[in-house]
């Protein structure tokens, strides 16, 4: 038998530590080359692991919801054949009457077609087998006790292991809940939501003994956002890591490191608004989503070629002033994960086509959660369109590493003077925050006037491009 180690990867540039969200494998499962076996959280993205090697899982290190340093082990795997070296079925295999170990004894092979390892992925009989499980001992190797998925309770496993899907185990942990001590009612054993919830109901108040009701802390376990964990019935506590912990870092040290100037801007929009109608029909955006964003993007574009000064970066170690002669645009993304900005890499390049289909698989990738740590690297300006929310406007807090950032308030019909008369027209205000050091009032001033002329007057996109 050979034993290979697959380390935590580096799956963005320095970074320096990864949470385990889900494991999509457990011990006894055959691995491919190139499977997926985990999906981690990173301060940048989700992003999914797959394993560089063939065999079959010997060992999770860590369960899910840990934060794993990169470089440490996090799963081993058997290659080279043979069974894995697991304790003789000691007594410690008999003590374990508790109704909940359906798994059958370490003789008989658990049935064909195992449910699958998270909810929404189906496991392929040809690619994932499990082997038949025997009765964890007690005395396996030292470091078991901190490293098997069991022991998400802090309690040490005692017996076969009980049967539950990732989110019914992550459910269990914010609940304080025992698996061990849960009676199933699923299909072949398995334990249900359900059953945690019966398990969790009497806990928040024995003494009045309240009705299952009181367990009302189960929506705490979003599945997309950090665990929650309740300390009571009138406080929910939510763990800072992932995004959100490194979006809280970067806004701290931007609000505290550049000097932050914010102008505004309120103006007609409505000769715009008409153009994304006519473009919506032209033939040449046939399929592609024309939106208010999209011209606004392209009018940015614009405005940085007309004043290039407005993009760029401040080097602190070498006391410089980096001028970059490509946009990379970022538009910040709303998810369940928290903040992320990705950007569109050589946006200055593309067509008004281009930028259409790039807008739309930035969008759609933040949305389904695969935004790829290399596609939030390298941005050089960004925008925020708190428009969507009904908000007028914002003082945005620049992007680290961005000189300014720009964000789009509500479009709203309002009494207007147009050509002498108040008439009702879309108006907008855009607010655009920028870095002292690197821009002054001027520049500043000039660049955002020229963005709100471009959009005044959207001709000029083809004038000015």
Known sequence: MTIREFKMPDVGEGLTE????????????????????????????????PIPFDGTVHELLFPEGTTVDVGQVIISVNVGGGAAPEAPAAPAAVAAPEPVAAPAPAA???????????????????????????????????????????????????GPRPLAKPPVRKLAKDLGVDLASVTPTGPDGIITREDVHRAAAPAPAPVVEAPAPVAAPAPVAAPAVATAVASDARETRVPIKGVRKATAAAMVGSAFTAPHVT??????????MKLVEELK????????????????AKAVLVAVKRNPEIN?????????????????LGIAAATPRG????NIKDAHAQTLPELSKSLSELVATAREGKTTPTAMQGGTFTITNVGVFGVDTGTPILNPGESAILAVGAIKLQPWVHKGK?????????????????VDGELGSKFLADIAAILEQPKRLITWA
Not at 27 to 46: F, L, R, S, Y
Not at 263 to 272: L, M
Not at 283 to 296: E, F, Q, S, T, Y
């Open 312 to 328: 760029a970066a401040w080097d602190e170690a070498a006391q410089e002033i980096v001028l970059k002669h490509y946009v990379n």
């Open 281 to 296: 029909a032209d033939k040449d955006m046939a399929g592609l989503r024309v939106n208010p964003l999209l011209l606004i």
């Open 18 to 49: 990864a949470e385990i969200l889900k494991w999509y494998v457990q011990p006894g499962d055959t691995v491919e080359d190139g499977q997926i076996v985990c999906e981690v959280e990173t301060a940048k993205a989700a992003v999914e692991l």
């Open 339 to 342: 903040l992320i900005v990705p």
């Open 263 to 272: 102008e505004f801007v309120t103006f007609d929009i409505t000769r715009t």
């Open 422 to 438: 108040v008439k009702p027209r879309q108006v907008t205000t855009l607010a655009l925050s920028f870095d002292h050091r690197l």
């Open 108 to 158: 008989e092979p658990e049935p064909e077609g195992r449910q699958p390892v998270l909810v929404g992925y189906g496991v392929a009989a040809s690619s994932t087998k499990r082997r038949a499980r025997k009765a964890a001992p007690t005395a396996v190797a030292p470091a078991a006790p901190a490293v098997v998925p069991e022991q998400l309770n802090g309690h040490a496993p005692a």
